[in-house]
């Protein structure tokens, strides 16, 4: 990812969100995100410069981005590990089920494990069964750990899922 898909990233992000999650997080905040603001914050989060952190992008229909994935060192309570994160995958609604997400996710795995990450996190909405099923197909496993997080006046479960990658 270079600064100049910022744009596009957050339009996959929001729009993401805005179908991902609609019936989980209170529409209201759904409808107020931001394109324009949260292009700001990737371009300034991606000029910071945190090397370990990964952004990569699939293109497609002559060079349109079509799917987003960030991934880097595990987040535990503020420390980092020796273990992996997927911090989010969105793609563009209409290519949800068509390969891009599998593809997207595959990477992710590979660059993870090639920088010797043991294992890889992510966490996804409790109630999200698409995702969860998504996610389970690529051999990721819920581990029984559970957060809350607040959204547009609501608390939000979600589940850890992981993934050895040790072969």
């Excluded at 999650?21 to 292009?39: M, T």
């Excluded at 010797?116 to 099923?133: I, S």
């Amino acid at each position: 990812m270079t600064a100049d898909d910022c744009a596009e990233v957050a339009k996959i992000r929001i729009r993401g969100w805005q179908y991902a999650y609609k019936g989980f997080v209170p529409q209201p905040y759904l409808d107020g995100l931001d394109i324009a603001a949260d292009a700001d914050r990737q371009r300034a989060r991606l000029l910071a410069g945190d090397r370990r952190v990964v952004n990569l992008v699939v293109d497609g229909d002559g060079g349109k981005l079509l799917g987003w994935v960030s991934l880097g060192p595990y987040r535990d309570g503020g420390t980092r590990t020796e273990d992996a994160e997927l911090y989010a995958l969105y793609l563009r609604p209409r290519y949800i089920g068509r390969g891009v997400g599998r593809a997207l996710l595959a990477s992710a795995v590979r660059h993870c494990a090639a920088a010797g990450h043991p294992r890889m996190y992510l966490w996804v909405l409790k109630d999200n069964t698409r995702a969860r099923r998504f996610y389970e197909r690529a051999g990721f496993a819920a581990d029984g750990a559970e957060e809350a997080f607040e959204v547009g006046g609501a608390v939000v479960p979600e589940v850890r899922y992981v993934k050895d990658l040790r072969g």
